[in-house]
Structure formats: structure tokens, C-alpha cells
């Protein structure tokens, strides 16, 4: 655990907030709804921070503004009390999530030391605390390492119950299956994909608990579900507008069939790997899909033929969401198996099937192959992290330049749609004042608009977008300069009336 924890904190503090954590920042600060409101193609004035804590934001107002957002509330809730007290800081708003991730290595292994297997357990939490994925989501301010923890400590519980619950009394049972009942209910409150994995659980559950066991895990489970619906049922029905309009990454084209299942097949080398997700028209992505096969049907294969019973729970706690998302992408494509890397609620379910594969093995391969795997998935960690702070770099460089009465432009016309809100939020963010007007596109901006723009003596534009030069006011504005490209970012354009030679300024 502790060691999980230094490959984590390293390099907690180095990366700026991406979007989603900015998301988190909106939310955590009930800010997100409003946000999302702003009229694109309007000049704005006094824009706002909406991912900063103001006097009178509330818990009732994160939880009424999540709506707004396509997650359950309890990350977000426990964000806004965490930054109350230590602040905004990229590395102590991330703490927690390190906390909650390198915590989770735990149930892994107190699951393989119930089963039997304590020196695979140590493996298994070897491997999960070093697994590109795990280590991601414990260095981001997201809600997936709490689910995680959350997911994993329900699945502890659950075998020990399974183990030893007939030795229990009564009371001890009553605390022990409400202990199991709590853990759902947060996991759920803390993300939707939890649910794929204790869906996972119910199928080893019915699979392997009869009489009183089975029907003390009913009763837990429903009393959960209870409490989930009476606390957020009216909450996702609000937000259900919002999640079945996110199909951002949305793959529909010809051949969508095949390149979900070579996702499927590769998962598990992007789960334990730091590897770029693939050029889904290359060839390339044939090997990583063969690798992710031949390790997942080896596995099985191996623990199947060692007659390796304790492997069940593992293999419904991996292969339960994987099969689930890729049915759900090839009925209604929308590429949810991207996501399952990004949760990792499935991971510990993949570790922990492939370590027992290896004690399958004769002595010494099993300490051999895992030292190999250890070494393999930590050198592709590439720690410590080189610093990219992209969006404070843009912001420094407008917030030297920028004085009140300019105009800043994001503009992403035919660029993702999404790309004005998150250059807008990304780069304000590390602005400490904003001064000037604003004004998002993502399509030609409206007359009253371009009406408005030739009454500003200078024009600034954030863009993404690589076929032409930005130009906001043709016939009004002539390029003064422009810098390098900012990764992430794009281009910094600044326009005036003045006639001169375009000029490239370094950020």
C-alpha cells in the first residue's frame, strides 16, 4: 500500500487539471449547470470562476447541480468539503484520490489470502499498485478510485462472509451483511460503472451462496438498492437527459462490430500498460488485441485446467463488465469499453485472475513471470513524469498580453464541439483575473456578433483548429502574431487594428 502510494503522489502535483477534473472542480463547487449554460456565439462580460467555492455554496447546491453532470454525487460532495479545507492545488485537490487507490490494493489481497492464496494476494497487489490504469485514476480528481476501494472492499466482505459466515453469530452476521449493504449503496452513489462489477458479484453470488447465505445477501443487496433509489433515483432520472446525449466518443461507422470486439480483446493491455489508445484504422491494433486475448484466454485456460475454483470470483468480476459494455457499444455505439479502462472497477478482477494463473505454474515460474510482469508494467509508467503544464503555459502568456476592453475568443468551428467549453475552462482557470470580454464558436459566430467585434481595438483567439487562420473580423483585424503550439491547447492568435507583419511570439 505504501508503495502503491510513492509511485502515485511522485507525480500527483506536475500535470494541470485536464477536463474532467475541471468537470469535478464544477461540480464540487455547484457551478457545473451554469457553465454548461453559457451561450455560445454571445460576447460574455464578467465571467465568473464557476469551478471556485463562493460563500454561499452549499452541499444542498453540489447535489442539486449535479444534474448537470452524468455521475452519482458522493465524490463530489466529499470534494467540496475537501477543498473547504485545504484548497485548489493540483496536488492536494488529488490527494484523495491517491489515498483511495493505493487503500484498494488491500481487498485484493485479503481476498486471495481468504481463498487460500495469501503469497498470490501479495502479487496481486503488487501488480494492481504498478497497473497503468490504477495508478491513473489514483493521480486524478475523479470519483473512480473511491469507486474502486468501494467495489473491492464489498467483494473482501463478501468472500469472507462466504468463507466463514457460518462461524459467525448472529450479531456479527447483522453487522457484518449491513457492513456489505453500506458498502454497495456508497459504491453505487459513487459511480454507475460500480454497478457493472457488483453485477459481476451477483452472478458468483448465485452461483455459489445457497440457503441462509443467499438469502442474507438478497436482503442486504435489496436494502441497498432501496436506500440508492430513495436517495438518488430523482437525481439520475434528471441527469438522464444529459448521460444519453454524451456520445462524444461515439463510434458508429462501418466496421464498428469488429473494432469493439478488437477493444474488448485489448483491454487488458491497456488496463495494465501505459500505452496511447490505438488508431482504431491502423493494422496496429491487431497486436495489442492478439496480446489481450492470449493473456486473458491463457489465463482462463490455465486456471481451468488446474481446476482452480477460487478463480470464479475473478473471472465474474472482470468478464461481467467487459462482456456487458460490449454488448451495450455494438446495440447502441457508444464505445463504453473506452470507459471501463478509465474506471478500472473491472482491474482487480483482471490481476487477480492472471496471478492465479501463474501459481498454477511450477516453482519457481510463478515469482519469475510476476517479477517479469512488475518490471514491465512500472518501466511503462515512465515516472517521474515529464511537466506538461499546457494550460497554465496559454494562460501566463493571454494574462501578459491581455488588458480590459480586449476581446478573448475560443474558437473550435469544425473542430469536437466540446473543445470551445474545454479550452474556455482550461485555460481561465489558470488566469487569476479575467478582465476582458469572452466570446465561444464552434460555428460561424451570428451578425449581432460580428457587428459588435469591430469595436475592440484588439482580438485574442484560442484555437484547436489547423485548416485556416482564425480570423474573427476579416476587413476589420489583421494578424499581429501568433505562438507556438501548445499542446492540447492549440494556437494563440491575437489580432488588431493596427497594420503590421504577423509576427510568431514563443509562450
Not at 505504501?2 to 502535483?13: E, I, M, N
Not at 464552434?442 to 482580438?459: D, S
Request: charged fraction near 15%; charge should be positive.
Amino acid at each position: 500500500m505504501l508503495f502503491a502510494a510513492v509511485v502515485r503522489v511522485t507525480t500527483l502535483g506536475v500535470e494541470d487539471y485536464w477536463l474532467d477534473e475541471l468537470h469535478a472542480l464544477l461540480d464540487s463547487a455547484g457551478g457545473r449547470g451554469a457553465f454548461e449554460a453559457l451561450p455560445v456565439g454571445e460576447i460574455l462580460h464578467d465571467l465568473p470562476r464557476y469551478t471556485d467555492l463562493t460563500a454561499d455554496c452549499s452541499w444542498g447546491a453540489v447535489w442539486r447541480d449535479m444534474r448537470n453532470d452524468s455521475h452519482p454525487p458522493l465524490y463530489f460532495l466529499l470534494l467540496h468539503g475537501w477543498r473547504r479545507l485545504v484548497g485548489d492545488g493540483e496536488l492536494l485537490v488529488r490527494l484523495p484520490s491517491t489515498v483511495f487507490s493505493a487503500l484498494s490494493v488491500i481487498p485484493l489481497a485479503l481476498i486471495l489470502r481468504e481463498l487460500g492464496r495469501p503469497r498470490a494476494g501479495l502479487v496481486a497487489a503488487l501488480l494492481l499498485s504498478v497497473a497503468y490504469a490504477h495508478v491513473l485514476i489514483g493521480q486524478q480528481a475523479r470519483p473512480y478510485s473511491l469507486a474502486v476501494l468501494l467495489v473491492s472492499s464489498s467483494f473482501a466482505l463478501l468472500i469472507m462472509l462466504e468463507r466463514r459466515g457460518e462461524g459467525l453469530g448472529r450479531l456479527q452476521k447483522t453487522l457484518c451483511w449491513s457492513a456489505y449493504g453500506v458498502l454497495v449503496a456508497l459504491a453505487m452513489l459513487t459511480h454507475y460503472f460500480a454497478g457493472l462489477a457488483l453485477l459481476g458479484q451477483a452472478v458468483y453470488v448465485l452461483f455459489r451462496l445457497r440457503g441462509a447465505a443467499l438469502r442474507n445477501w438478497a436482503i442486504a443487496l435489496g436494502c441497498a438498492g432501496l436506500v440508492w433509489a430513495l436517495v438518488w433515483l430523482p437525481g439520475f432520472c434528471a441527469q438522464w437527459g444529459f448521460i444519453a446525449g454524451q456520445d462524444w466518443v461515439a463510434d458508429a461507422g462501418p466496421g464498428r462490430l469488429a473494432r469493439t470486439l478488437i477493444r474488448a480483446s485489448d483491454l487488458p493491455v491497456r488496463m495494465l500498460l501505459a500505452t496511447r489508445l490505438p488508431n482504431w484504422s491502423s493494422l496496429s491494433v491487431i497486436y495489442p488485441a492478439l496480446l489481450g486475448l492470449l493473456l486473458l484466454v491463457g489465463s482462463i485456460v490455465a486456471v481451468w485446467r488446474c481446476r482452480t475454483r477460487v478463480a470464479a470470483v475473478f473471472l465474474c468480476w472482470y468478464l461481467v463488465p467487459c462482456i456487458s459494455l460490449a454488448l451495450l457499444d455494438a446495440l447502441t455505439s457508444k464505445q463504453l469499453l473506452t470507459h471501463l479502462r478509465y474506471s478500472s472497477v473491472a482491474l482487480p478482477g483482471l490481476v487477480g485472475l492472471v496471478v492465479l494463473a501463474a501459481s498454477c505454474l511450477r516453482r519457481p515460474m510463478p515469482a519469475v513471470l510476476a517479477g517479469i510482469a512488475a518490471v514491465a508494467i512500472a518501466l511503462t509508467l515512465r515516472l517521474p513524469a515529464l511537466p506538461s503544464p499546457q494550460a497554465r503555459v496559454a494562460a501566463q502568456l493571454l494574462q501578459t498580453q491581455l488588458r480590459p476592453g480586449d476581446l478573448l475568443v475560443f474558437d473550435a468551428q469544425g473542430w469536437i464541439p466540446l473543445w470551445v467549453r474545454r479550452d474556455l475552462v482550461q485555460v481561465t482557470y489558470y488566469m487569476p483575473a479575467l478582465a476582458c470580454d469572452v466570446l465561444m464558436l464552434n460555428a460561424a459566430p451570428p451578425p449581432e456578433t460580428v457587428a459588435r467585434l469591430g469595436g475592440y481595438e484588439r482580438i485574442f483567439v484560442v484555437s484547436p483548429r489547423i485548416d485556416a487562420v482564425p480570423h474573427p473580423a476579416p476587413g476589420i483585424m489583421q494578424l499581429a502574431g501568433r505562438s507556438e503550439y501548445i499542446r492540447d491547447i492549440g494556437w494563440i492568435y491575437s489580432f488588431a487594428r493596427t497594420a503590421g507583419q504577423a509576427t510568431t511570439t514563443q509562450p
